[in-house]
């Protein structure tokens, strides 16, 4: 990062563009009159998009010599995090207003394609609610530790995705670019450190 100014004023422009998916959604509901269910997918595969785009800057760098717009692709991940986690509690509103009865909430529970849903929300909730200056330099090395539930929050929806779309081809496409970017940087670690020192931080 060349300077402090760069990335902070990158940033309303970037949370107006991460907000143009959750609007379009609003259109559809208001002017378009699309039930509650058609708005269920659009908005969980947005969580799971963002928060591709959050978790790749990192092994990027580590792959890639980051020159200036990885290094503000970096200072803008957790932004990008935190609006996963947005999208993942609009993804659950929907649901929850398309179910309506608590009851009826409670009975899917069981299932294992919606409880790997609410287990991947809660664990991007940690990162999320722990993404500011703050927080770093109170929680320290444990902010790290912490910010890592997002890999678990990553897998859990995919396997919530999956188990209710039984579609494994919009996943992948998807999912690629990041599974490419993780093998590379194995591949590379695995050369110069040992398979034993790998981490995915």
């Given amino acids: 990062m060349t300077s402090r100014a760069g990335p902070i004023s990158l940033k309303p422009l970037v949370w107006l563009a991460l ?11 208001w002017f378009d009159d699309a039930l509650l269910m058609d708005l269920l997918a659009p908005s969980g595969e947005w969580s799971v998009r963002l928060l591709i785009l959050a978790l790749l800057p990192g092994p990027l760098a580590i792959v890639l010599n980051p020159g200036p717009v990885l290094r503000a692709w970096i200072a803008l991940r957790r932004n990008i995090g935190v609006a996963a986690f947005c999208y993942g509690l609009l ?6 207003a398309d179910m309506r009865f608590l009851a009826a909430i409670i009975d899917e529970l069981s299932l294992t394609a919606i409880w790997t849903g609410w287990l991947a929300l809660l ?31 990553f897998a859990l929806g995919l396997v919530h995705w999956l188990l209710l779309e039984w579609s494994w081809l919009p996943v992948l496409v998807q999912v690629g ?21 790998v981490s995915f931080p």
Avoid: E, N
């Avoid at 993804?91 to 929850?96: D, G, N, P, Q």
């Avoid at 902010?143 to 890592?148: D, E, N, P, S, V």
């Fill in 177 to 197: 670019p990041l599974l490419a970017v993780w093998c590379l940087r194995l591949s590379r670690s695995s050369r110069f450190k040992g398979v034993s020192h």
């Fill in 19 to 29: 907000a143009l998916p959750a609007l379009d959604i609003a259109r559809q509901f």
């Fill in 123 to 153: 664990l991007l909730a940690i990162p999320a609610a722990i993404s500011f200056d703050r927080a770093m330099r109170v929680l320290g090395a444990r902010w790290k530790t912490l910010q890592r539930s997002a890999y678990g929050a």
């Fill in 91 to 96: 993804h659950l509103a929907i649901y929850c």
